[in-house]
């Protein structure tokens, strides 16, 4: 009898604490991922599977979610008590042709603690399955088209850099395109022909010098010859 009053009296002090203490307020905890889109391709569905990896865990509302072309999902997993509860987060990979599907898997941790209030609080942590490492921005598949139709819009300083490569082929081009083979060469021809021309012009005033300097001294030494006999004569004839 004296134990059953000092337990209700304890019940009244705690104001129920102790009761409650077996029965938290539940809590969803929302484990999100993304599905990118793949240009090219229309009218195609991903599978995004979520599976816990003990028993013991609670199982989400739903194993498979399925993503038309691309988008967001999120998995809803009901929380009754504080743990830490981990999950693998996948694709299926499917059978479509032309498509290259994502292998990547994630682990999902989900760490659950309690207030004094019997209030459930929860937090998400995701790592690459069978490492710590996290990725930057969460849970993402990236499928491809494998038949090379996904491209991707080059960046402003790409579409620069290509146009400034174009402009520069183009100029090279119409550089060559303005130098005709056939002109260079006559114009070549016609600096030979003028240095040709000058040099034979040079030899030519050369060659009449001279002969002018060799008609110069002949006429001079003819000239001595007429003075030379005509002096003899008029000796001759001043001895006769």
């Given at each position: 009898?004296?134990f ?46 979520i599976?816990p ?25 009901t ?15 499917g059978?479509?042709k ?42 993402e598949?990236?499928?491809?088209d ?16 290509e ?28 600096t ?14 050369m060659s ?33």
């Amino acid at each position: 009898m004296a134990f059953l009053i000092v337990l209700g009296l304890l019940c009244i002090f705690w104001n129920g604490n102790v009761l409650r203490a077996f029965n938290y307020d539940e809590v969803k905890a929302r484990i999100t991922f993304v599905c990118q889109k793949i240009d090219g391709l229309k009218n195609n569905s991903y599978q995004i599977c979520i599976k816990p990896e003990s028993g013991s865990n609670p199982v989400p509302d739903k194993d498979t979610i399925v993503i038309d072309g691309s988008g967001n999902g999120e998995f809803l997993i009901t929380l009754t008590e504080p743990g830490t509860y981990d999950y693998l987060l996948f694709q299926k990979k499917g059978s479509e042709k032309g498509i290259t599907y994502d292998d990547a898997e994630y682990e999902v941790h989900v760490f659950v603690t309690s207030d004094d209030n019997g209030k459930l609080n929860y937090s998400v942590t995701v790592t690459y399955a069978n490492s710590d490492m996290k990725p930057t921005e969460g849970a993402e598949f990236k499928n491809e088209d494998s038949n090379g139709s996904n491209t991707q819009e080059p960046s402003t300083q790409q579409r620069t850099t290509e146009q400034d490569v174009s402009e520069e082929t183009t100029e090279e081009k119409t550089t060559e395109e303005d130098v005709d083979p056939a002109k260079v060469t006559k114009k070549k021809i016609l600096t030979e022909d003028k240095a040709l021309i000058l040099f034979m012009g040079i030899m030519v005033v050369m060659s009449l010098a001279g002969i002018a300097v060799v008609v110069r001294a002949k006429i001079k030494e003819a000239v001595n010859y007429s003075n030379i006999d005509i002096n003899t004569d008029k000796e001759g004839e001043a001895k006769d």
